[in-house]
């Protein structure tokens, strides 16, 4: 058996809303549970609110790997879709333990956590002291009460040689759009990491109708997400998913957030609506807390009010460098208002940026990394995804193509520093797009700088089609795209030091549960050269 540790839910204290007698009894409380870690259920249901029904119905996650580190995750509700998930304020003592197998006849560790009413009753344990590159098997127990069981893997050590990386990007899953069967295919496919790159949930209100027309749902979901109960039951909604449960229980996921997690296309504190800044910064606010409480990641990441600072850089092995990033919070307002438009002097602008000056060198500084492989995982397209043609050329002004400086300086950025394997995968699009990247787009002999694969939604956008009326425009004007399909789904990858080879994992519906999923095309990237080979 290894250690046991008592750990501290990371809200105990006066400061972060607590009565003094809500303070007295959780000191009480940690108090036992750190002379008796064995305490019974019975006990400690005299102290605190040990929930009768079966608390684990939002699953288990793991997150952001380290050599010797990965976060568990889990979030208390009795009732989903019952305010604040069923559960009744008070303290909730947890057990966690991490073994190297599924029966659990082997702890590497154990401790005990306090879940309360402050953090929605998540928790987010980060185990430390693991071994690099290794396989682990956690649970939470709770009374009477067992958890799925998670599957996890610590990252390798840092330079170690590194033969092969299986990993997957997902995106947009709208929930009244459809079934997320394309996670049923993802958690059977043994992965060393998922990213996830924005829009996990919708905050617009739910309409009864459509593919989940008739499926409980929360009191809120009837109107858009505006305040922290609303942020979390939606989170509640979504992880309710048997199959996105599957996925988070089956690998470790590395995410990041994009618009819909708060309010469509804002940036930095505008929103889409044009609302008073003051407010919408409380809006935010409690969007980010509640993104951080139904996310496997550490404590480091817990917002300060409307401030969270997400971006982060991931590496394994001697192999690739991840550099995760956050395009929404530090972003100059969308440029011609936020239009399909042509390229001109306010995309152009210099001054302009998509991710903010200090974000930006930190991208920048990662291209000097000794890795194989430089990748960033994002939320959406450096591309320009032109349509239209004879002199009436127009790009999306939410993308990078809307902020053309900031792709110049983070293009240039790599070529400078000689950076060979520049790689791009993003989301946000609703298709699977697999293009060149280049500084500019409009110039015939702008040289290739790095691949960009964005992957299609999970479900948004309903089923989709291999070939839509947008697909055939953007490939009519877009020549440095190689591949597009609008069907829903997601992708797989595999990194060697030789390859980076990408399986385009497509739906047939959504519309309906247990729909096929096949491959519609596999990516090749050669190293140290920027070609695309598909089939």
């Known amino acids: 058996m290894g250690r046991s540790n008592l750990r501290i839910g990371r809200d105990i204290s006066l400061s972060g809303g607590a009565t003094r007698r809500q303070f007295l009894t959780w000191s009480a409380l940690v108090g036992a549970l750190a002379f008796a870690p064995e305490l019974s259920s019975a006990t400690a249901r005299a102290q605190s609110a040990i929930p009768p029904d079966y608390p684990f119905r939002l699953g288990v996650a793991s997150g952001d790997p380290l050599p010797d580190s990965v976060l568990l995750w889990t979030r208390l509700a009795t009732d989903p879709f019952a305010y604040q998930g069923g559960m009744t304020p008070g303290v909730v003592p947890v057990r966690w333990q991490i073994a190297t197998d599924e029966k659990f006849t082997s702890i590497a560790q154990e401790g ?36 799925p069981v998670g599957r996890t893997k610590t990252a390798p050590a840092a330079g170690q040689a590194l033969q092969q990386l299986d990993f997957a990007w997902a995106s947009c899953q709208k929930w009244e759009d459809g079934y997320f069967g394309a996670y049923s295919d993802l958690a059977q496919s043994n992965l060393d990491v998922v990213f996830f790159l924005g829009d996990y949930i919708y905050e617009y209100a739910i309409k009864d109708e459509g593919a989940r027309a008739g499926q409980p749902m929360p009191e809120s979901a009837s109107r858009e997400t505006m305040q922290l109960s609303d942020y979390r039951d939606r989170y509640a909604l979504y992880k309710a998913d048997e199959n996105l449960a599957a996925a988070h229980a089956s690998a470790p996921f590395v995410s990041t957030f994009d618009d819909h997690e708060v309010d469509n296309n804002w940036a930095s504190d505008i929103s889409q609506d044009g609302d008073d800044p003051r407010e919408f910064l409380l809006r935010r606010a409690d969007a980010f807390k509640a993104w951080w409480e139904n996310t496997p990641v550490r404590a480091n990441v817990k917002p300060a009010g409307p401030d969270m600072k997400v971006y982060r850089r991931f590496s394994f092995g001697d192999l690739v460098d991840f550099s995760v990033l956050d395009t929404r919070q530090y972003r100059s307002d969308q440029a011609n208002g ?58 999306g002004m939410d993308p990078w193509s809307g902020y053309e400086a900031s792709r110049h300086r983070i293009l240039d950025g790599a070529r400078d520093r000689g950076t060979k394997n520049v790689a791009s995968i993003v989301g946000d699009i609703h298709r699977t797009i697999v293009s060149e990247l280049q500084r500019d787009y409009q110039d015939q002999v702008s040289p290739v700088v790095g691949v960009e694969i964005a992957t299609t939604s999970i479900a948004s956008g309903k089923d989709g089609a291999d070939v839509d009326g947008t697909g055939a425009a953007i490939a009519a004007c877009s020549p440095h795209v190689k591949f597009g399909n609008a069907r829903r789904g997601y992708l797989r990858g595999r990194l060697t030091p030789n390859e980076w080879r990408s399986e385009v994992r497509v739906l047939d519906a959504v519309s309906r549960p247990g729909a096929s999923i096949r491959t519609a095309t596999t990516v090749t990237v050669p190293e140290g050269r920027p070609e695309i080979q598909l089939g």
């Open 112 to 147: 005990i956590d306090l879940a309360t009413e402050f953090d929605g009753w998540s928790l987010h344990i980060d185990v430390k002291g693991l071994n690099p590159g290794r396989e682990y098997f956690y649970r939470f127990l709770v009374g009477p009460h067992s958890s």
């Open 338 to 395: 936020d239009k399909e438009h042509a390229q001109n002097a306010e995309t152009a602008d210099p001054s302009r940026t998509i991710t903010g000056a200090e974000q930006e060198q930190w991208i920048l500084d990662g291209f000097s990394s000794p890795s194989t492989w430089n990748f960033l995982a994002h939320q959406t397209v450096i591309s320009d995804l032109a349509q239209g043609l004879d002199g009436d050329r127009k790009v």
